[in-house]
């Protein structure tokens, strides 16, 4: 039992480590420093003493004072209009910090105010994921009598209950999901099988219809590379989608895929020649951002890429020089099919021509035979009307002449 606190209490440890990382990250990603001299309108500069004033977003404020425990503060900004799950650039909102923390006080406060108990950070937890994680039974209790979902599952595939190592607190997790009647398997399937019918309406109707995720700017191609939803990541390339979008920190489904150790989804990637040296905002190129067990992977596949690219470039070669080759003989067929058009013509009028002479003499020589056919027909009918005689002529009267 001491060797599971001691588990827990080294969770729950590097949990607070690696959000106070992010909360320093993000505070400084969001100041203001405005310099000391402004010019005025119509007015020489005014010089501000104290140098460059900082000035921290009411998002930022909001969440040290729930770091902070300070629950007049918190409750001063929510009056002010404050937004209750406001989310850092790693999507964690006050309630996953007050979760982190071990502040039940705090987490009670946040979810009577109206935090989302099922709210997801970036990696897809939510505060019952942490509780879970870092073995706090009645912090994840309070959740699950308070709405929280034991169905939901994080970037990695993971319900609340896989990430419980407490005995009791995995005990209470199995036990709603038998009461909630959750089919965890089906919850772990239900994004991919939804990801999927989208991928195959958005290739048939040749339209990608995607929306980013507005907090991170992260598209389905990265949730596809990230999760290792192959047969999805492969649609989602078919369909045209664009290899080397970036979200809003500048990473690429590629940076997406290294980073959660997805080997499939990086081998579709590089096979399909995405950029395999695109930086994000940092200047991080996906070697630089990957799970270390997949960096050699990473290297093998860029030097298998480099040979996919040569290829593609000789076989685009051969094709235009095909399709020129094509395209010179059709110029050719159609230029002696233009000559053969306006030829054609002519010979048929010659043809035209010589068939009329050859009519018109066969009517000529017809005309004339017929003529002398007349002529003889009338000298055979004088010969019958008036024979000759033997001896010499008639008289008149009919007699003999001697």
Known sequence: MAELEHLGGKRAESARARRAEQLRRWRGSLTEQEPADRPGAGRPPQTRRGGPRVRFEDGAVFLAACSSGDTDEVRRLLARGADVDTANVDGLTALHQACIDENLDMVKFLVENGASVNQQDNEGWTPLHAAASCGYLNIAEYFINHGASVGIVN??????????????VKDLLLEHVRKQGVDLEQSRKEEEQQMLQDARQWLNRGKIEDVRQPRSGATALHVAAAKGYSEVLRLLI?????????????WTPLHAAAHWGVREACSILAEA??????????????????????????????????????????????????????LQSGLFKNKEKILYEEETPKSRETEEEGKESSSSSSE????????ESETEKEAGDAETLHP???????????????
């Open 155 to 168: 970037s990695e595939g993971e319900v609340p209950s896989d990430l419980a190592e407490e005995p009791a």
């Open 238 to 250: 078919q369909a045209g989608y664009e290899l080397n979008v970036q979200d809003h920190d500048g």
């Open 273 to 326: 020649l995405c950029d395999m040296d695109a930086r994000n905002k940092l200047g991080q190129t996906p070697f630089d951002v990957a799970d270390e067990g997949l960096v050699g992977h990473l290297e093998t596949l860029q030097k298998k890429q480099s040979v996919l690219r040569s290829e593609k470039e000789t076989r685009n070669k051969l094709i235009e020089s095909d399709l020129n080759s094509k």
């Open 364 to 371: 000529e020589e017809g005309e004339d035979q017929a003529s």
């Open 388 to 402: 000759p005689s033997a001896g010499g002529h008639c008289s008149s009267e009919g007699r003999a002449v001697p």
